[in-house]
């Protein structure tokens, strides 16, 4: 009850003036709606304060530096999110994209929209876009942090195997002009040297190797690259 009530007050704050006023309205605003209860709820200022900072919900801009209870709120990172398909055909090559905005050869996938779009559908959705193919499966086989650079964002790369693509399927593509402006299916030792660097790392990685793949600036990170053993020493932990 006590939390419900707090919640209620939380949400009808009035807007105020000054760096440290949303936090002082708020605190205001649940000292009188808890004044009247009896001292047994023991609802001190710090167990407010300590609400507050978990309830609170403060919209920064550009502009304006946010309130906080204890001072500036701490920053969110922006990392911008982008998932791939490593798609085969029955003889086991890799259906590669040349891009038209950038040089050296890519596979299908593009950046995660900031809708809510997950990045298995970000994944179905710009294969779907940029060759005409609606894939519906897929397996997480990679993951790439890339740390940012003056003038390059970083971000996080996802990598689906989306397993071998019926012949009618690879014939009937329908590429995105603005975008692509051929494709090929070719063997990985023909089409790795084809590859940007980046997305031949993870491509290289995520075929070499069994189950998922965590990497770092496209290599393998030490510590991460092996299955720990159970606490009974009997195999891999978990499931």
Known sequence: MVLCALDWHLRFLPCGAGRHAPA?????????????????????????????????????????????????????????????????????RLLILNPTYKSGWTIPGGVMEADGETPWEACQREVREECGIDVRHGQLVCMDFRRPRPGKPGGIRFLFHCGVIADESLAAIVLQAEEISEYRLAALPEALPLLREPIRL????????RGLVYLEGGRPV??????????????????
Do not use: K, M
């Open 222 to 239: 030490p510590g991460t690259d092996r299955p720990l053993l159970s606490p009974q020493g009997g195999g891999p932990a978990g499931p």
């Open 202 to 209: 993870r491509v290289q990685a995520a075929t070499s190797a």
């Open 24 to 92: 002082r309205l708020a605190f205001s605003a649940v000292e009188a709606a808890f004044a009247p209860w009896p001292s047994r709820l023991r609802l001190g200022r710090r167990a407010v304060q300590r609400t507050l900072r978990r309830n609170v919900a403060i919209v920064t801009s550009d502009s304006a530096q946010a309130a906080w209870p204890d001072g500036p709120a701490p920053a969110i990172p922006a990392i911008p999110v982008s998932a791939g398909a490593l798609i085969f055909d029955q003889a086991d």
